[in-house]
């Protein structure tokens, strides 16, 4: 991997690709994420991980979390 200082087109450059690979997998990342959380072993997973994903989830709709 190059840093960003050795990326042949700037720093600039290789922030904004990583700004739309993640732009671009947000859709699929919430639908993940949205699944997990409606799986019936949810209960698993800890209520502080339950309430971070919860609050992720309400931000990524524009919901108040």
Do not use: C, F, V
């Amino acid at each position: 991997l190059l840093s960003t200082d050795d990326h042949p087109n700037g720093p600039e450059w290789t922030e904004d690709a990583a700004n739309a690979r993640l732009i671009a997998a947000a859709p699929d990342l919430l639908a993940m994420l949205k699944e997990i959380m409606a799986d019936s072993m949810i209960w698993q997973i800890g209520m502080d991980t339950r309430d971070r994903a919860k609050a992720a989830i309400a931000k990524a709709i524009g919901a108040a979390s």
